[in-house]
C-alpha cells in the first residue's frame, strides 16, 4: 500500500536527511571545497522529501496518473525558476540551496494531494511521528560527534544507525506488520517471533 511504501521511505530517508545535516564536516573530502558544506547542509534537508515522494510518484504511477505528476513535477519546476530568480541575486548558491529544498517541499506537497485525490490521503502525521521522533534521538546522540571528520567519521555514522535502531524500536515505529515485512526481507536478522 501507499502508507507503507510511505513509511518505509521515511524510515531510510529521515536518518540520512538527520545525518548529513549534522554530520557534514564529515564528508568534506568529498567535496573538497570547505564553503560547500553550508550548501550541502542546506540541501540535506531535501533529501526527506526526496524520498517520501517516490510513495506518491509510485501510488500514482500504479492507478495510470502519470501525466499528473508530470503536471505537478512542471508546476515545481514553475516555482523553482521563480524562487531561483527572487533570492539567487542575493543570496547566491545558499539560495540556490533554500529553492532546491523548498522545491522538493512543494513537490512532495502536490504528490500527496494527487495521491488524495485520485486514490486515498496518506495520513502523513499518523505515519510520521514515531520516526522523526526516533531520528531526533539519533540526532542528539550524534551531535556531540559533529566536527568528526575522516575514517573516525565511520564509527559516529555506525553508532548514529544503531541509536537510531534502538530508537525506532523503542518508540514503536514499526507496527507488527511492519515486521513481519522486515522478516521477509532480511530473514537473516534476529527479529524473534
Known sequence: TV?????????????????????????????????????????????????????????????????????????????????NLAIIPRFGYLGASWSTVATEFVLCVLGWWLTARHLAAVPVHRLSWRILLAGVVMGAAIFPFRSVTGFPAIGVIAGGAVVYALAIVLVRALDRDDWAQVRRVAPFLPLGR
Open 3 to 83: 502508507e507503507r511504501f510511505y513509511k518505509g521511505l521515511l524510515l531510510f530517508g529521515w536518518p540520512i536527511t538527520v545525518g548529513c545535516v549534522l554530520l557534514s564536516p564529515a564528508f568534506r573530502f568529498v567535496y573538497q571545497y570547505g564553503p560547500a558544506e553550508p550548501a550541502f547542509q542546506i540541501l540535506s534537508l531535501g533529501m526527506v522529501f526526496m524520498f517520501v515522494t517516490n510513495a506518491f510518484i509510485g501510488a500514482l504511477n500504479s492507478i495510470d496518473r502519470q501525466v499528473s505528476f508530470t503536471w505537478a513535477a512542471f508546476w515545481s519546476m514553475v516555482f523553482n525558476v521563480g524562487v
